[in-house]
T-cell receptor
């Protein structure tokens, strides 16, 4: 069974540009999460989808970030326009919709560098 | 307020020595607790999790952790370190009051010396 995949693995862009990150969850997982780790800091929650609906987006830093999950399968996270402080590693995780004790399975992350 | 504290951003042990990575949480209600590991150039992998079934939790690769409510701790241990254990380790908590999001500690980089 394929794990969580993320694309691209690395992205280097200039301040003011737009970047779109993609996450493909494990097949059948209705929960999808985005997290971010800024250098030297802890991994922080950004938002949570249940199927195509945003369950919790309280961690999104500002309105330059837009997440979508059309059709309840893969998700995209767009940063527009990117700022220097957006640099970091963006992780996606997925889990099945069951019980509340479900394990979140993480992808390898996208390393974003904004110059 | 910080929910998860990992003491020591870097820990170095010799091969064969005990590994002890510390994690303390702040919660009035025992949460669900997790340890994840990130090997170089890979994603986070679950080592083990505590969900109130048993206070001593055994995970993969010989790791285990003990939930101590009185100390609000969930330290990770392994009796004998291998070179392959070199990685970054993250303690995380899931609180009932925060939906299903995970709150992570800052991570501990483990170095294993030959």
């Amino acid at each position: 069974e394929a794990g969580v995949t993320q694309f691209p693995s690395h992205s280097v862009i200039e301040k003011g540009q737009t970047v779109t990150l993609r996450c493909d969850p494990i097949s059948g997982h209705d929960n999808l999460y985005w997290y971010r780790r800024v250098m030297g800091k802890e991994i922080k929650f950004l938002l949570h989808f249940v199927k195509e609906s945003k369950q919790d987006e309280s961690g999104m830093p500002n309105n330059r970030f837009l997440a979508e999950r059309t059709g309840g399968t893969y998700s995209t996270l767009k940063v527009q326009p990117a700022e220097l402080e957006d640099s970091g590693v963006y992780f996606c995780a997925s889990s099945p919709l069951a019980g509340g004790q479900e394990t979140q399975y993480f992808g390898p992350g996208t390393r974003l560098l904004v110059l | 307020a910080q929910s998860v504290t990992q003491l020591g951003s870097h820990v170095s042990v010799s091969e064969g020595a005990l590994v002890l990575l510390r994690c303390n949480y702040s919660s009035s209600v025992p949460p669900y607790l997790f340890w994840y590991v990130q090997y170089p150039n890979q994603g986070l992998q679950l080592l083990l999790k505590y969900t109130s079934a048993a206070t001593l939790v055994k995970g993969i690769n010989g790791f285990e952790a003990e939930f101590k409510k009185s100390e609000t701790s969930f330290h990770l241990t392994k009796p004998s370190a291998h070179m392959s254990d070199a990685a970054e380790y993250f303690c995380a908590v899931r609180k009932e009051t925060s939906g299903s999001r995970l709150t992570f500690g800052e991570g501990t980089q483990l170095t294993v010396n030959p």
